[in-house]
C-alpha cells in the first residue's frame, strides 16, 4: 500500500500537569483549567476558575486490558516533542496546526488578569514546540476578555514566532459577539502580524448553569450535541463576513479546524441569498459578495467527513484541508493511513495534493514541503 503523507489542519498539544504550578505564582495557577479522570477511565471533570465540568470520555479511546479493564489510550508521543515526530512519521502526518487541549478551557474564565497571565504562560510553553520542530505550526491562545488584551497578546505571539492564534468560536460570556465594532482592533492586528485566526470547533464558553456543557438530554443527546458543536466555526465565519472584516482587511485568514469542509459551499450560498434577496436591509453593504470572503479567506479542516472531499472537487472551495486531530482519542491516530486511503484513493493527484498538502501549505509557506507520497 502507498504511504500517503498529510498536513494536519487539526492538532492538539497536551499540556503537562505541572504546566502552570511551574510558570504562575500559585494563587492563579489554582485557578487555571486542569483536569482529573475517575477511577475507571470513563468520566473527566475540568476544574476551572472555581467552576467544575464532569464529562463522559469518548468510547474510541478505550481498550480493554488483559485483566479486563477498561484503559485509556494515549499517543505514544502526546507529551513529547521527539517522540510526537516518531508518531507523525509512522502515520504520514507531516505538520500540524496544532491547538492547546486543556487550555482550550481558559473560554471559561472570566478574569482578564488570570486569563491574560494564564494565556502568556499557555503561549511561552508551546512556542517551544515550534522552535523544536517547523512541523509544528502552534496555535498562540489568546485572552478574548478585553479587545486590548488580545491585541498585546496577538503581538507578543508574533514576535515569539506563531502564525496562527487560537479563537474559542464565540468570545467569553458577556462579551460581544465577533460582529461588533469592538473586535477591530484585533482583526489588525491579526491582519498586521499575518497571524491565521484559527477558531476550533467546540470551544464556546462553558456555562456553569448548563448541564456541564451538554445541552440535550434524553434520546440521542451524545449525537445531538456532538452535532451542536459543529455550527459554532459557521456562525464565527458568518459574522466576521456579515460585518465585513474581510472588507476592511483583505489579506486576514481564517481556519475553521475540525467542523468538516461541505458546510463551506452551504453557508456561501445562504449568505449570498440573504446579501441579494434582502438587499435593501443590509448593513453594511459589502464590498464582494459574502461568498468571494468565504472561499478566498476562509479554510476548513475535516477529518473523517466522506463529503468533504466534494467541497473542493465538485463545489470549487480549494480552501479544504484534512486534519488528523492527533492526539485525541476520536481523531485518527492508529488508523491514519486507512483514513487517507479511503477518502483519496480516487482523488485526481491534484485535488488530493491541494487537501491533503496544498491548502495548509498555502497558510504556512515557512513549513518545509510535505514529502511526496511513498510507492
Ligand atoms: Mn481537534
Not at 359 to 371: C, I
Request: proline share 6%; glycine share 8%.
Amino acid at each position: 500500500m502507498t504511504k500517503l503523507w498529510a498536513n494536519s489542519g487539526d492538532s492538539h498539544l497536551v499540556e503537562p500537569d505541572d504546566l502552570f504550578t511551574e510558570s504562575l505564582p500559585a494563587a492563579l495557577a489554582a485557578r487555571m483549567p486542569r483536569s482529573e479522570k475517575s477511577d475507571d477511565g470513563q468520566f473527566e471533570t475540568i476544574f476551572v476558575d472555581g467552576q467544575e465540568f464532569r464529562r463522559r470520555m469518548p468510547k474510541a479511546g478505550m481498550l480493554t486490558d488483559e485483566e479486563g479493564r477498561t484503559v485509556f489510550e494515549r499517543a505514544p508521543g502526546a507529551n513529547d516533542k521527539a517522540l510526537r515526530l516518531v508518531d507523525l512519521d509512522g502515520e504520514g502526518i507531516w505538520a500540524e496546526l496544532v491547538y492547546p487541549s486543556i487550555g482550550i478551557w481558559t473560554s471559561s474564565i472570566q478574569d482578564p488578569d488570570l486569563l491574560a497571565a494564564g494565556s502568556a504562560a499557555i503561549n511561552d510553553w508551546a512556542i517551544e514546540y515550534q522552535r523544536f520542530s517547523p512541523r509544528y505550526v502552534c496555535t498562540a491562545t489568546i485572552p478574548l476578555l478585553t479587545p486590548e488584551s488580545a491585541v498585546a497578546e496577538i503581538e507578543r505571539a508574533a514576535g515569539l514566532g506563531f502564525k496562527a492564534a487560537y479563537f474559542s468560536v464565540a468570545p467569553p460570556n458577556g462579551v460581544d459577539d465577533w460582529n461588533s465594532a469592538v473586535w477591530e482592533p484585533v482583526w489588525s492586528a491579526l491582519s498586521e502580524t499575518g497571524l491565521v485566526c484559527s477558531y476550533h470547533i467546540g470551544t464556546e464558553p462553558h456555562d456553569a448553569s448548563s448541564f456541564n456543557g451538554a445541552y440535550f438530554r434524553g434520546p440521542g443527546g451524545a449525537i445531538l450535541n456532538y452535532m451542536e458543536t459543529t455550527y459554532g466555526g459557521q456562525r464565527a465565519v458568518s459574522k466576521m463576513i456579515a460585518s465585513g472584516v474581510f472588507d476592511r482587511h483583505p489579506s486576514l485568514k481564517v481556519m475553521v479546524s475540525e467542523g468538516g469542509a461541505t458546510w463551506g459551499p452551504f453557508v456561501a450560498d445562504r449568505l449570498d441569498e440573504a446579501y441579494r434577496q434582502h438587499s435593501s436591509m443590509v448593513r453594511p453593504q459589502l464590498r464582494r459578495l459574502p461568498s468571494e470572503y468565504l472561499y478566498e479567506n476562509v479554510y476548513a479542516s475535516f477529518q473523517h467527513d466522506r463529503s468533504a472531499v466534494a467541497a473542493m472537487t465538485a463545489m470549487g472551495w480549494q480552501n479544504v484541508c484534512w486534519g488528523s486531530d492527533y492526539p485525541h482519542i476520536e481523531g485518527t491516530f492508529g488508523h491514519t493511513q486507512k483514513t487517507l486511503h479511503e477518502l483519496f484513493d480516487d482523488v485526481a493527484p491534484d485535488a488530493r495534493r491541494r487537501i491533503m498538502v496544498g491548502a495548509f501549505a498555502e497558510l504556512f509557506p515557512h513549513v518545509p514541503e510535505a514529502p511526496a507520497d511513498e510507492a
